[in-house]
């Protein structure tokens, strides 16, 4: 087994703040979005803001602006990690292309170590059984946990943590399940599953131990003043996040542009999948949960669209917008990813986003402030960007109407 050293990363040479989106939100913001702006070592928001410029032939070029990054700064991910997640399992859809599997195939997942569990029947899917695709769709719209376990259970340890290597997320770390009552050492072991048509097995994987043993390449970092446990209890220091799941701001924004503008990052860095499951992928980040079958949520447009409306503000009149994006939501940070485009008015921008809303600083304590500060300084962010868009001149116009086309196949 390989054990990471005991010598820790660095924190690389972090791009100062922007003086233009400074100027920008101390004079567009209301109130409350100054009073957090004012408090960043309290509220230790992060947010990167690409513009994007295309050339007469449509090709993407990016602007970004930092402002309050700290790559150090650790920030439980929470659902963010769904994302890498989503992409990594299409890649490995890819690779088992010889053996007639696809994103769709039928997936059966069986225990073979403590802590683990089989899967069953999923009604909600037209074969009655769950998929790739199933657990990736669910996972976009409404940021299901247990669909998140499955990928990480048909992944591996080991192929999560070189995949992400491999396409210069170095910092980046899949290291966990959700919602289990287990040890660190049950996230190193990963179900035995099978693919499976009709009575046919396409596709079979044993239990997987991972050889590797990651941990936070900042070393032990920490969160909160003082934590609950599973149990009730309270311990006064800060809680450690070494064995979690962390992914740095600027690599979730790196990975979102290698999605959608992906002429904007280097060919090695390009995802090898096919074009329809990427696309599959993007539709999803981009639908409103009413727009879903197999299965069908009764939730509103603004469910896990933190940005732009997530306390439930109306999109902009006359607009045709759409919000491909992420979010995470865990411990008090609040978390939105989204490339937003308004196909109508000719805008495009990348951001990425996290403030911490934990008055007491208390973890697992359930008194967070997501409502009060945390939405309604995301939406008013992504509000600000727009309209920043909005009154932009672009020599080229917008050309991904493709995404567009996604809804209406």
Known sequence: MFYASGLFAQPEFEPSDSKWLEQVFRSKGSSLFQKVLNQPEKYRYQI????????????????????????ANYLYPASLVKFPASLLA??????????????????????????????????????????IDAYIKKMMLVSDNESYNRVYEFLGYDYIAK???????????????????????????????????????????????????LM????????????YDALGNLYPFPRSFMFNNY?????????????????????????NVEENSLNRLKKYMGMWPR?????????????????????????????????FNVVGKAFGVLADCAYIVDFKHNIEFCVTA?????????????????????????????????NEEKMREKRYPFSNADLKELYSR
């Open 48 to 71: 990167i803001y690409s513009q994007i410029n295309r050339n007469r032939k449509g090709i993407p070029f990016l602007n970004t602006h930092y402002f309050h990054f700290n790559k």
């Open 90 to 131: 299409l890649q490995k859809i890819q690779d088992l292309k010889p053996f007639r599997v696809n994103a769709e195939t039928p997936i059966r997942f069986d225990s073979g170590w403590y802590c683990q569990t089989a899967s069953g029947a999923d009604w909600s899917q037209p074969s009655g059984w769950p998929s």
């Open 163 to 213: 995949n992400l290597a491999a396409r210069g997320f170095k910092d980046m770390r899949l290291i966990q399940r959700f919602e289990f009552p287990c040890d660190t050492l049950s996230a190193y072991y990963t179900n035995p599953y099978c693919f499976l048509n009709k009575t046919d097995t396409l596709f079979r994987q044993p239990l997987q131990e991972a050889q590797l043993r």
């Open 216 to 227: 936070n390449p900042y070393g032990d970092v920490y969160m909160g003043s003082k934590y």
């Open 247 to 271: 992914i740095p701001a600027d690599e979730l924004h790196r990975m979102l542009i290698s999605l959608y503008l992906p002429e904007a990052v280097p060919k090695t860095l390009q995802w």
């Open 291 to 323: 727009e879903s079958e197999h299965p069908n949520y009764a939730l509103a447009d603004n469910y896990k669209k933190y940005l732009l409306m997530g306390t439930g503000a109306s999109l902009p009149d006359s607009s045709d917008v759409r919000i």
């Open 354 to 386: 996290f403030i911490y809303c934990n008055e007491g600083d208390i973890l697992n304590s359930n008194r967070y402030e997501y409502d009060p500060v945390g939405l309604p300084f995301l939406t008013e962010l992504g509000q600000i960007l727009y």
